[in-house]
């Protein structure tokens, strides 16, 4: 079964700018989770998206959002860039959203922000 | 609040020596308990788990037994590899209501030399 898939791997982006990246969850998962990771802030949790609807929301400003399709893919945007936005973002899927539940991640989205 | 304390990095170990990272942990609840590891460039992938009291997540020779008595889930290894050089994150999720929410550590650095 194929696993997590993220796209694209890597991005460069200007401050100011939008930016959509994606992910497919493992089939027949139906949870998808984002997080953040830089080397100050570690891996912050941004959402949490199960059958098309957002169930959690982490600490970030309004300009990160997100939103899960009815294949369970998601998406997630950032809107006017800034320089701390710069990281590694990684989801997870996993079969249902219960905190016992195990999430399996993909690889991630380099985020770079010149 | 809920939150994960590891022991700072780097860990530096010889071949075959033991491994001990402590992982404390603050919830509300009887969260799981998770180890994650992460190799240079790439994502998260789970080393074991734990999801109630008592418990003992095992894999690839690692075990963490998970202690409510002490708030702990200490990841131990009897004899390590230069292949398990890599980041290794304790995690929790927060128990109760549909939501795999994840609350990280902030990671120890394993560095395993010949």
């Known amino acids: 079964k194929a696993g997590v898939t993220q796209t694209p791997r890597y991005l460069i982006k200007t401050r100011g700018q939008q930016v959509t990246l994606s992910c497919s969850p493992i089939?027949?998962?139906?949870?998808v989770s984002w997080y953040q990771q830089t080397p100050g802030q570690g891996l912050q949790f941004l959402f949490e998206?199960?059958?098309?609807?957002?169930?959690n929301k982490g600490n970030f400003p309004g300009r990160f959002s997100g939103r899960q399709f009815s294949n369970s893919r998601s998406e997630m945007n950032v809107s006017t860039l800034e320089l701390g936005d710069s990281a590694l973002y990684l989801c997870?899927?996993?079969?249902?959203?219960?905190?016992?539940?195990?999430?399996?991640f993909g690889p991630g989205t380099r985020l770079t922000v010149l | 609040g809920n939150s994960v304390t590891q022991m700072e990095g780097p860990v530096t170990l010889s071949e075959e020596a033991f491994l001990t990272i402590n992982c404390t942990y603050t919830?509300?609840?009887?969260?799981?308990l998770f180890w994650y590891v992460q190799y240079p460039g790439e994502g998260l992938q789970l080393l074991l788990k734990?999801?109630?009291?008592?418990d003992k997540g095992s894999n690839k020779g690692f075990e963490a037994t998970y202690r409510k008595e002490t708030t702990s889930f200490h990841l131990e290894k009897g004899s390590v590899q230069v292949s398990d050089s890599a980041v290794y994150f304790c995690?929790?999720?927060?128990?109760?209501?549909?939501?795999?929410?994840?609350?990280f550590g902030t990671g120890t650095l394993l560095a395993v030399q010949p």
């Open positions: 997870a899927s996993s079969l249902v959203a219960g905190s016992t539940d195990t999430q399996y």
């Open positions: 089939s027949g998962h139906r949870s």
């Open positions: 998206y199960f059958s098309e609807t957002q169930r």
């Open positions: 919830a509300t609840g009887y969260p799981s």
């Open positions: 734990a999801t109630k009291a008592d």
């Open positions: 995690a929790l999720s927060v128990y109760g209501g549909a939501t795999n929410k994840l609350i």
